[in-house]
């Protein structure tokens, strides 16, 4: 059983995964990064490039998920160091630090409730958000293109990409796929055809759809829609 609901950390999701007995499908690309907390375990989840398909026997999972860019600030390091990777929290923070939130955790009795309350605590002791990261996905999500965006945020292509990839994990035009997909995918099971899917998400047809689904999710179209 999946579970989301809206933190009080702006932007952010908290959920939480029980086994059910009923097949999980995979993490598809977001833009974003993860606290995870699994059975005594915390650990960060980094941006992914392909869909990733947890290992293992069914575990009971607790996360909160990052508005994407803001997480890097959060951990302490570029996103693009943790890009298609889970690590355990004790390889960014002092292990001590980490040992006593995870027993904090552990005795909680709603795990989820007790990361937001850890992340809003670490939060209000940094500095204020750098604006740039949302003003990317913004422009981007309006349906800029690169190019574009990086003159209406005033930086060089360089700098675009650099910034991009510390910030999401990977550059723009790689952030621009995963953030047209997961458009696409809101469409799609909302009940809107996929030829309108295709065009409303900013793909030049349903075959172009069908193609960036493969190769991002791994999947053909219809099986990740059909799996929910």
Not at 31 to 38: F, R
Not at 76 to 104: F, K, M, N, T
Not at 152 to 174: C, I, M, N, W
């Amino acid at each position: 059983m999946y579970e989301e609901r809206a933190s009080r950390l702006t932007g952010a999701v908290l959920w939480r995964s029980i086994p059910d007995g009923a097949a999980g499908g995979p993490v598809l690309p977001d833009g974003c990064m993860d606290l995870l907390w699994s059975e005594g375990r915390l650990l960060v989840a980094g941006p992914d490039t392909r869909a990733y398909a947890p290992e293992g026997p069914a575990r009971r999972w607790a996360g909160l998920r990052f508005r994407p860019g803001t997480a890097p600030a959060f951990f302490g390091v570029p996103a693009h160091e943790l890009r298609d990777r889970r690590v355990e929290l004790a390889e960014l923070w002092p292990a001590a630090q980490v040992r006593r939130l995870g027993a904090r955790v552990d005795a909680a009795a709603d795990p989820a409730t007790a990361l937001e309350e850890i992340v809003l605590e670490r939060v209000a002791d940094l500095a204020p958000p750098d604006p740039f990261p949302n003003r990317l996905v913004e422009a981007l999500e309006a349906g800029r293109r690169v190019a574009a965006a990086a003159d209406e945020l005033g930086v060089g292509a360089r700098q675009l990409h650099r910034r991009s990839r510390d910030a999401f994990g990977y550059g723009p035009k790689t952030l621009a796929r995963v953030l047209r997909l997961q458009r696409a995918l809101r469409l799609a099971r909302s009940g809107v055809p996929l030829a309108e899917t295709a065009i409303r998400a900013g793909y030049a047809d349903q075959s172009h759809l069908a193609r960036d689904v493969r190769e991002l999710a791994g999947m053909p179209l219809g099986r990740l829609l059909g799996g929910g």
